[in-house]
């Protein structure tokens, strides 16, 4: 059974930077897409970033472009998300999210993906 555990969120001011963290266990998802969706109150689940599983390359929502980098390391078990100036509109919860078989078509949604974080929350507040 997978578990991504994700860890960092917290509360900061705009302009400010945080860094999360999720981490696997249960079963090595080196060859896995793995990535970010947010989820405001009253709003669906967005994408955020992804490293796409074959080549590494990273895809970000246009809006996180230049504040936002995605990560891999821990033999690509963990993902992490560094956030940099950081704006009241990134208030969210944060989801780790990955799966294995996942096409390129497909990954800016996330019912395609079969493994999700408990979420972490970010708040972006003066």
């Known amino acids: 059974q997978v578990q991504l555990v994700e860890s960092g969120g917290g509360t900061v001011q705009p302009g400010g930077s945080l860094r999360l963290s999720c981490t696997a266990s249960?079963?090595?998802?080196?060859?896995?897409?793995m990535g970010w969706f947010r989820q405001s109150p009253g709003k669906e689940r967005e994408f955020v970033a992804i490293m796409w599983r074959s080549t590494g390359y990273q895809y970000y929502a246009d809006s996180v472009k230049g504040r936002f980098t995605i990560s891999r390391d821990n033999g690509g078990n963990s993902v992490h998300l560094q956030m940099n100036n950081l704006e009241p509109g990134d208030t969210a919860v944060y989801y780790c999210?990955?799966?294995?078989?996942?096409?390129?078509?497909?990954?800016?949604?996330?019912?395609?993906?079969?493994?999700w974080g408990q979420g972490t929350q970010v708040t972006v507040s003066s």
């Open positions: 249960g079963r090595t998802l080196s060859r896995a897409t």
């Open positions: 999210a990955a799966d294995p078989t996942l096409i390129l078509s497909s990954i800016y949604e996330a019912r395609h993906y079969d493994y």
